[in-house]
């Protein structure tokens, strides 16, 4: 049930963009120019040279080489990129029959004004689309009129020719180190586009020319992105796909508008989709991140069923009894930890009602500030129904131990949305801690997730951070990575099998910041009894 109604997306227009590069006394240079103010894109705006697709580069395959991997589109775009670097900077990328690049002077004999093509041609000139690569590719983001799909390519400076702006679509061209054109423009020196900036950021690991090129030798983008935006504590922000904001911001607000805050606040609940509220708790901190999130899923017409209360805060839970005008159906606790379940008891005892307490009890093992024994067990597979007039809401549990042994999640069928609790977080692992927690049952709650969520369409809610798109992409990564890090802890064992675990976790979690290890340790436990345990 979606916030905001559907809405027409301008269709994305094909361009094209190289950046030329080069090595420098410092290390890699790129060359950016700045566009002119009058211009109906970003006017002022430092960029790579770069334009739209003409029909015409799409028919001028004749006098130009190429790579055997570059197919039909990939040359189109590489010839547009000559074509642009020649007509706004005057830098040609082509050769003579004798293999030699053009000069500064060659260039100067040819119009701008006039047929690149038919001049290069004549001139004998072959265009070297095969020293194009692809670097990355940007689609603008659905909420702006004009709108661009654009693969940035990237190609060497040829040799004996220097840049020279035609001085009405582009001015000032500058050979500037990613990392200082990024420093000028935190300086507000240097005006620079959120694709231009993100692609500088990129750009900055290569410290040579051969570098990158050795990346983009696949024919295929290092990254593609269309970003989306809202705002961050009232001022407008971009976010790419990998961001921990994307997915929220495609959950709320999937067509494009720029409406919805991401700045984390307790106070008030943040309405996700029409019958999915989130009050985060005020409980920020390493452990909990921005503070645990309470989710209300419900309408006016069915009642509200309240996933993860949290801890015993008064306030929180006045604003959850308000967000469900007091009508509260059920409480679920996704596990028993104190950010999760200790708000229960006294956020039914505000309700008239008194609704149930729901959930699985905890462990022989539980902590003891985590024991939970709820009114009503859940069980796996059951269906937890609100149903009204107009709609109805399905919520099937999937029981998910391994965080802690009596963990579930919770899937909203009628939006394909997964309430996570702890088992999967945004931008962070959860802690797997023995014995509560079990590595092997993680594992394979995961399998069971990514089967439950059964396509990419589906989002997940975590109990911290923010909601999370391409849902079974995400579950395949984080089982990825989990194995990946089991596979490092078995590596340090067997390097130092008499080691102690501080020794196996400097070497396991050797790319984790050293003040989390105390943290990792916990983690790392479950991984070596999941090994032991697969050895017998």
Excluded at 69 to 80: E, I, N, S, V, Y
Excluded at 87 to 94: C, H, K, S
Excluded at 143 to 170: T, W
Excluded at 290 to 299: L, Q
Aim: charge should be negative; aromatic fraction near 6%.
């Amino acid at each position: 049930m979606q916030l905001h109604p559907a809405r027409d997306i301008p269709q994305a227009k094909l361009a094209a963009t190289v950046m030329l590069v080069r090595d420098g006394d410092m290390g890699l240079e790129v060359l950016m120019t700045r566009r002119s103010m009058s211009a109906s894109f970003a006017p002022g705006a430092y960029v790579f040279p770069g334009g739209h697709m003409d029909d015409v580069d799409a028919l001028a395959h004749h006098n130009a080489a190429f790579r055997a991997g570059q197919d039909q589109a990939r040359r189109t775009a590489a010839l547009a990129a000559v074509r642009e670097s020649f007509e706004e900077l005057g830098v040609l990328l082509a050769t003579n029959a004798a293999g030699e690049w053009a000069s500064s002077a060659d260039v100067a004999q040819l119009d701008r004004s006039q047929d690149f093509y038919a001049q290069t041609k004549t001139a004998g000139w072959t265009l070297r689309a095969d020293t194009v690569f692809t670097f990355a590719r940007w689609i603008t983001d659905r909420d702006l009129p004009k709108r661009f799909d654009v693969p940035f390519l990237v190609a060497r400076m040829p040799p004996g020719q220097e840049p020279v702006a035609d001085e009405s679509e582009q001015f000032e061209p500058v050979w500037v180190r990613p990392s200082d054109a990024l420093q000028r423009f935190k300086a507000g020196q240097f005006f620079i586009i959120f694709p231009t900036i993100r692609t500088l950021d990129k750009l900055q690991a290569f410290d040579s020319v051969d570098a990158l090129l050795s990346a983009c030798q696949s024919e295929h983008p290092l990254f593609v992105s269309c970003p989306r935006a809202g705002f961050l504590n009232g001022k407008e922000t971009r976010h790419m796909e990998h961001e921990p904001p994307f997915g929220e911001l495609a959950l709320v607000c999937p067509h494009g508008q720029i409406v919805h805050e991401l700045g984390w606040q307790s106070h008030s609940p943040v309405q996700l989709l029409a019958n999915v509220q989130r009050l985060t708790a005020p409980n920020a901190g390493t452990m909990t991140g921005p503070g645990t999130n309470s989710y209300v899923v419900g309408t006016p017409d069915t009642g509200y069923v309240v996933i993860d209360p949290g801890p015993h805060e008064p306030d929180h839970l006045q604003r959850l009894y308000d967000a469900c005008a007091g009508d509260i159906r059920l409480i679920v606790c996704t596990h028993s930890h104190p950010d999760h379940s200790p708000g229960a008891a006294p956020l039914q005892q505000l309700c008239a009602n008194a609704p149930v307490i729901a959930g699985l009890p905890s462990g022989p093992h539980a902590r003891s500030d985590s024991q939970f024994a709820p009114q009503r067990v859940l069980q796996d597979g059951e269906v937890i129904t609100l149903a009204g007039a107009s709609h109805t809401h399905s919520l099937h549990v999937v029981t998910t131990p391994g965080h802690t042994a009596n963990h579930l999640c919770l899937w909203l069928a009628e939006d394909d949305v997964l309430f996570s609790g702890d088992h999967i977080l945004n931008g962070s692992t959860t802690i797997i801690s023995p014995p509560d927690g079990h590595m092997g049952d993680y594992l394979h709650a995961l399998d069971k997730l990514h089967v439950q969520c059964a396509s990419d369409d589906a989002f997940i809610l975590p109990a911290h951070g923010y909601a999370m798109d391409r849902a079974q992409s995400r579950i395949a990564q984080l089982k990825t990575h989990r194995l990946t890090r089991e596979a490092k802890v078995a590596q340090a064992m067997a390097l130092l099998p008499d080691g102690t675990e501080d020794d196996w976790v400097a070497l396991a979690y050797s790319d984790t910041p050293q003040a989390l290890w105390p943290l990792a340790k916990h983690s790392m436990r479950a991984h070596v009894e999941h090994l032991r345990e697969s050895e017998t």
